[in-house]
């Protein structure tokens, strides 16, 4: 089935670099994407989201870039901080046709960064 | 942001037993609620969404029998994990809603609940 996955499950930066962590998704039709931060034994934390005629958006040290030619989406931190560890997942909003729609979450990609 | 509870947060029970996992909307009315489960080192997997005064639509895979869910209220749903065994040990997340037909709804995640059976 359609599903969203991600590309690196490791990824590890020095404190102060960029980070940037990648992910595909297979479901062409699919409008909204998100990005959330999951801390260690707690709930995942939205981070930014993105709509499918943007390509790009900003958030404080976050940016999202959608390419929907390639159906890839990416999370960019900026000037990465120890708080920025934790596991990122994309994940995106796909309508089952029953007049709702759910959430569905890629693989995850883990970020350490060292101090 | 929105605010989402569980309760509880942790639960250890013995195998045939059933445990009740509550998830609240604090300060917003929820239309419409979902349950996740997480394993070790693996993504959230969606198990079900509850709508508030319908029955929940579980996806492909889950018992509904296992997994009962009730939508009582805006601001409350349950899980209930009836006859758990070993293998239903796992991190229980749930989420709410504000709208049931807007893709772009933000959702508000709980905290989560680790359940353990032994």
């Known amino acids: 089935g359609e599903s969203v996955g991600l590309h690196l499950p490791t990824l590890s930066v020095q404190e102060g670099d960029n980070s940037i962590i990648n992910c595909a998704y297979s479901n062409s039709a699919s409008d909204y994407f998100i990005w959330y931060k999951q801390e260690s034994g707690k709930g995942p934390q939205f981070i930014i989201d993105?709509?499918?005629?943007?390509d790009k958006r900003q958030g404080q040290r976050v940016t999202v870039l959608l390419n929907k030619t390639v159906k890839h989406l990416s999370l960019q931190i900026a000037a990465t901080q120890p708080g920025d560890s934790a596991v990122y997942f994309c994940?995106?909003?796909?309508?089952?046709?029953?007049?709702?729609?759910?959430?569905?979450f890629g693989a995850g990609t883990r970020l350490f960064v060292k101090a | 942001g929105a605010v989402v509870s569980q309760h509880p947060s942790r639960v250890i029970c013995k195998s045939g037993t059933s445990v009740k996992i509550e998830c609240r909307s604090l300060?917003?009315?929820?239309?419409?609620m979902f349950w996740y489960r997480q394993f070790p080192k693996q993504s959230l997997m969606l198990m079900a969404t509850s709508n508030e005064g319908s029955k929940a639509t579980y996806e492909q895979g889950v018992e509904k029998d296992k997994f009962l869910i009730n939508h009582a209220s805006l601001t409350l749903s349950t899980l209930t994990v009836t006859s758990a065994h070993p293998e239903d040990s796992s991190f229980y997340i749930c989420s709410a809603r504000f709208g049931v037909g807007d893709l772009y709804n933000e959702q508000f995640f709980g905290p989560g609940t680790r359940l353990t059976v032994l």
């Open positions: 300060d917003f009315q929820a239309t419409t």
């Open positions: 994940a995106e909003n796909i309508d089952p046709n029953t007049g709702g729609f759910k959430t569905i």
């Open positions: 993105i709509r499918s005629n943007m």
